[in-house]
């Protein structure tokens, strides 16, 4: 059983389902543009979007819905809704921005205003709302502290419930900060704080899972074991996930920190749309380490240039399947944790205008985009979206996914999925380094199958050679995740 499952709640949900992020900008830099019926083309049965305060309410007293309602009309009553909001306003917060980090609100009511608006405007059809993402991330995901998130998360959740009492609060998300740098350390600290002063404000309890699939169930422990120390242990949502990212390798953060530390420190206070969009008509130290390392990229390790734009084809392709094989991975391990909703960062770039590649975040997550534009319509699928609609499919209808044994080599990794009338699915890989994993031959596994047949096809579409004799299968295995239904 997983360590320190959480208490029974009416807010866990039941069924589960996987989701997308539509981004950190819905309507920010340009229209509000469709993109629900692509994810829902693609499985996904949640979507989850921004909101920021200076969107609804540019003046005082003065509210605009034209983002959120280009939201709601997208949905067909199917999907569930999930939206952080952010405290991010030109006059009402501490720092004066219309983008990140946000900050805390200079009248408490009156952001508790905004949010009864927002969420009364959405009863019914927005199921999640969040407070801000990440707030640990201080200086750039929250230009606060701990006391000042838990007084705005405590106003948040009043005034969505008065607003929506059916509606479930999520703690900004745990993230990468937290998980890395472990018990003890700062951001870990800031999550104590919150879980203890905060314990009564929040429903569920937002992980994200960045990384190596292989470290999900230690992360979600420790994510536990975070509440326990506070408080209840709430229902955990994984609001974010997606690999590779180039600071699971050490080799690459070894080289991106030497490389790029000079932008790092050259970052701005705030990042307003106005002060992106001057920042792009100068030579800054950033786009100046970034051309350095694209001038050199041809003696970068091959597991940081399949992160560059322009990189060898073969290893674009290799980061392609690491991504396929990963989502897999993250969302077998997760929900065998007993996490009931998992959210995809992300969708699709943020605009559809040409991105310059030359930016720190683009390197760190431009390739993770399950879909791409074409023209100003999102139209493209790329390689990872095969992976998200190909297990979306087979998932679907799934209430339980539990981890069993197989076979006697310690690196099988298996799943079984209780997918009621639909019969069984098992899904089953061999661990290996994400990176060169894939050069080790096959391990062939002999497992029981009492149904009459068998389909067997990867995480990459694949079909790997099943034999069923005597109620016995018997195929190969690397790892590549392989679906088994009957």
């Given at each position: 059983?997983p360590?320190?499952?959480?208490?029974t709640?009416?807010?866990?949900?039941?069924?589960l389902?996987?989701?997308?992020?539509?981004?950190?900008?819905?309507?920010?830099?340009?229209?509000?543009?469709?993109f629900v019926?692509?994810?829902?083309a693609?499985?996904?049965?949640?979507v989850?979007?921004?909101v920021?305060?200076?969107?609804?309410?540019?003046?005082?007293?003065?509210?605009t819905?034209?983002?959120?309602?280009?939201?709601l009309?997208?949905l067909?009553?199917?999907?569930e809704?999930w939206?952080?909001l952010c405290?991010?306003?030109p006059?009402?917060?501490?720092?004066?921005?219309d983008?990140?980090p946000?900050?805390?609100?200079?009248?408490i009511?009156?952001?508790?205003?905004f949010?009864?608006?927002?969420?009364r405007?959405?009863a019914g059809r927005?199921?999640?709302?969040?407070?801000d993402?990440?707030?640990s991330?201080?200086?750039?995901?929250?230009?606060?502290?701990?006391?000042?998130?838990?007084?705005q998360?405590t106003?948040?959740?009043?005034?969505?419930k008065?607003a929506?009492?059916?509606?479930?609060?999520?703690l900004g998300?745990?993230?990468?900060d937290?998980l890395s740098?472990?018990?003890?350390?700062?951001?870990?600290?800031?999550?104590?704080?919150?879980?203890?002063?905060?314990?009564?404000a929040y429903?569920l309890?937002?992980?994200h899972?960045?990384g190596d699939?292989?470290?999900?169930?230690?992360?979600?422990?420790?994510?536990?074991?975070?509440?326990?120390?506070?408080?209840?242990?709430?229902?955990?949502?994984?609001?974010?996930?997606?690999?590779?990212?180039p600071?699971e390798?050490?080799e690459?953060?070894?080289?991106?920190?030497?490389?790029?530390?000079a932008a790092?420190?050259?970052?701005?206070?705030?990042?307003?749309?106005?002060?992106?969009?001057?920042?792009?008509t100068?030579?800054?130290p950033?786009?100046?380490?970034?051309?350095?390392?694209?001038?050199?990229?041809?003696?970068?390790?091959?597991?940081?240039?399949?992160?560059?734009e322009?990189?060898?084809?073969?290893?674009?392709?290799?980061?392609d399947?690491?991504?396929?094989?990963?989502?897999v991975?993250?969302?077998?391990?997760a929900?065998?944790?007993?996490?009931?909703?998992?959210?995809?960062?992300?969708?699709a770039?943020?605009?559809s205008?040409?991105?310059?590649?030359?930016?720190?975040?683009?390197?760190?997550?431009?390739?993770?985009?399950?879909?791409a534009?074409?023209g100003?319509?999102?139209?493209?699928?790329r390689?990872?979206?095969g992976?998200f609609?190909?297990?979306?499919?087979?998932?679907?209808?799934a209430?339980?996914?539990?981890?069993?044994?197989v076979?006697?080599?310690?690196?099988?990794?298996?799943?079984?999925?209780?997918?009621?009338?639909r019969?069984?699915l098992?899904?089953?890989?061999?661990e290996?380094d994400?990176?060169?994993?894939e050069?080790?031959?096959?391990?062939?596994?002999?497992?029981p199958?009492?149904?009459?047949?068998?389909?067997?096809?990867?995480?990459?579409?694949?079909?790997?050679a099943?034999?069923?004799?005597?109620?016995?299968?018997?195929?190969p295995?690397?790892?590549?995740p392989?679906?088994?239904t009957?």
């Amino acid at each position: 059983m997983p360590e320190n499952r959480s208490t029974t709640s009416r807010y866990e949900p039941r069924d589960l389902r996987l989701g997308v992020v539509r981004g950190i900008s819905y309507g920010l830099f340009g229209p509000p543009g469709a993109f629900v019926p692509q994810a829902r083309a693609l499985g996904a049965g949640l979507v989850r979007a921004y909101v920021y305060w200076g969107q609804v309410e540019p003046e005082p007293g003065h509210y605009t819905f034209e983002a959120v309602d280009a939201l709601l009309a997208q949905l067909d009553g199917d999907e569930e809704v999930w939206i952080t909001l952010c405290s991010s306003s030109p006059w009402a917060t501490r720092t004066a921005t219309d983008f990140l980090p946000p900050s805390p609100a200079r009248d408490i009511a009156a952001y508790a205003e905004f949010v009864r608006r927002v969420v009364r405007r959405c009863a019914g059809r927005v199921r999640f709302w969040q407070c801000d993402n990440e707030p640990s991330n201080t200086g750039l995901l929250w230009a606060g502290t701990a006391e000042e998130y838990v007084a705005q998360l405590t106003a948040m959740h009043a005034a969505a419930k008065q607003a929506d009492p059916d509606c479930a609060v999520v703690l900004g998300g745990c993230g990468y900060d937290v998980l890395s740098g472990g018990e003890g350390s700062e951001p870990w600290r800031f999550f104590e704080h919150v879980v203890a002063a905060g314990r009564d404000a929040y429903d569920l309890f937002d992980v994200h899972l960045y990384g190596d699939a292989a470290l999900i169930p230690a992360h979600l422990a420790a994510a536990r074991r975070l509440m326990a120390s506070g408080g209840p242990v709430r229902p955990i949502v994984a609001g974010e996930y997606a690999a590779p990212i180039p600071f699971e390798f050490p080799e690459v953060g070894a080289v991106l920190y030497q490389e790029l530390a000079a932008a790092f420190a050259d970052a701005p206070q705030t990042q307003s749309t106005a002060e992106l969009a001057e920042r792009e008509t100068r030579e800054t130290p950033e786009r100046r380490a970034m051309n350095a390392l694209y001038e050199r990229m041809a003696e970068l390790p091959p597991r940081l240039q399949m992160f560059m734009e322009g990189c060898p084809p073969e290893l674009s392709a290799r980061r392609d399947r690491i991504n396929g094989r990963q989502l897999v991975m993250a969302n077998m391990q997760a929900l065998a944790e007993g996490v009931r909703r998992t959210v995809y960062w992300n969708l699709a770039p943020e605009v559809s205008a040409p991105v310059d590649h030359r930016q720190i975040m683009h390197l760190m997550f431009g390739k993770l985009a399950l879909m791409a534009y074409q023209g100003d319509d999102l139209a493209i699928h790329r390689p990872a979206a095969g992976a998200f609609a190909l297990l979306a499919e087979r998932l679907a209808g799934a209430t339980r996914v539990t981890r069993v044994a197989v076979g006697d080599r310690p690196s099988l990794r298996a799943f079984e999925a209780d997918r009621g009338g639909r019969g069984p699915l098992l899904v089953l890989w061999d661990e290996r380094d994400p990176f060169d994993g894939e050069d080790e031959p096959p391990v062939t596994v002999t497992l029981p199958w009492t149904a009459p047949a068998v389909t067997a096809v990867d995480a990459l579409g694949g079909r790997p050679a099943a034999e069923l004799r005597d109620g016995l299968l018997r195929l190969p295995v690397t790892d590549t995740p392989v679906f088994l239904t009957a």
